[in-house]
C-alpha cells in the first residue's frame, strides 16, 4: 500500500528505504500497484453474493456521492469539452461514493455517526454505471434491511436523478452547505455581494431554511425583486432552490434527527482522491488514476483483508502461484 498511501511513488520509495531498509525503486512500486489496482477495481465492482450483507439491521443509513476533476494526460482528454477558457477539459470526472450508518443521536438530540462505518466506492464510469455500483454497495452493507435509507447529495441533477433511479424510496436530502452556497449567489443577484446587508441576509437565510422555510423564500425573494432588472438573473439562480424545494425541509430533518451535510464524502474526495490524484504537477491516464483511487478506497474501508484473502483465493484457483508470488 505505499505506493497508494503515499503522495508519490518516490516519497514510497523514500519511506520503504528509511522505515525499513527496503530497497525498491519508485518505478517498481508503480508497476505493482497498477497490476494490484486493476484487481482491487474489479473487486469493487464486484457482484453482491448471496448472503454478502456485510452488517445487521441498521436504524439508519446513509449514501452519499459527489465527484471531483482529476488531472489528465493529453491523450484522456482528446476531444472533450471543459471549463477552461478555450473550452477543452483538464480534468477527467471521478466519482466517489461511500455508506455509513448511524445508530444513536447525542445528548443534545444530534446524529452521531458509528464508528468506522463509512466504505467507499470509487469510479470513473458515468453516472449512470456509477449509481447501480454504489446501489450495490449498499446493499453490500445491509440497504436490504435498513429502517430508513437517506441520501445525501449536493442537489446537482445528476446526482439527484441517480439518487432517484437507484435508491428509491429513500429520503433524499441536499446538503445544507451547498444550499447556503447557492443562497449567496441569489443575494449576490439581488443586491451584491458587496451590499451591507449582504451578511445579516445570508444569516437569515440560514436561520429560516432550518425552520423549513424555503417556499417562503423563494416567494419573497421573487416579490422583492419584481420589476427590477435584475430579476432574471435571481430567478436563474432561485432555480436551484425551486427544484430542491422537498429536499430541503431542513428543520424536519434536524427534528428527525438526520444529518442535513455532506461532509463525509466532501472529505473522502479530499482524502481519498484529492491527497494523492491532484498534487502539483500530476497528470495520469485514467486507469492509473481508477487503480490507486481503487485501493485507496479498499485501505479506506478497513477490507484490505478481505481483499488480499479474495486475491489469494483467486489465485489458488486459478493454480496460479508465480503472479501470487510477484505479488505478495
Known sequence: M??????????AERHLEQTGGISVCARQIQRVVQRVGEAA??????????GGCEHDKVPVMYVSADGTGVPMVAEELAGRAGKQADGKAKTRQAYLGCVFTQHHLDDEGRPVRDWESTTYLSSFKPIDQFGPLLRQEAFRRGYGTAAKV???????????????LNFSGSLQIVDFYHAMEHAGVVLAALIGAKHPDYEARLGT????????????????????????SQAPAVEQALHYFVTNVSRMQYGTFRK??????????????????????????MFWSEPGAENILALRCIHHSRRLEQFWKHRLA??????????LAHAA
Not at 505505499?2 to 516519497?11: C, F, P, S
Not at 477495481?41 to 448471496?50: F, V
Request: one cysteine or more.
Open 2 to 11: 505505499e505506493g497508494a498511501d503515499e503522495q508519490t511513488y518516490l516519497k
Open 314 to 323: 483467486d489465485h489458488a484457483a486459478r493454480n496460479d502461484p508465480l503472479p
Open 205 to 228: 437565510w440560514a436561520e429560516r431554511l432550518r425552520q423549513d422555510q424555503v417556499e417562503a423564500l423563494i416567494e419573497e425573494t421573487r416579490q422583492e425583486c419584481a420589476g427590477h
Open 256 to 281: 428527525a434527527g438526520y444529518f442535513i451535510g455532506s461532509g463525509v464524502v466532501e472529505a473522502g474526495c479530499k482524502t481519498v482522491i484529492g491527497a494523492r490524484c491532484k498534487q502539483s504537477g
Open 41 to 50: 477495481q474489479q473487486w469493487q465492482e464486484r457482484p453482491l453474493t448471496p
Open 150 to 164: 437517506v441520501v445525501l447529495i449536493d442537489g446537482a441533477h445528476g446526482l439527484a436523478n441517480m439518487a432517484k
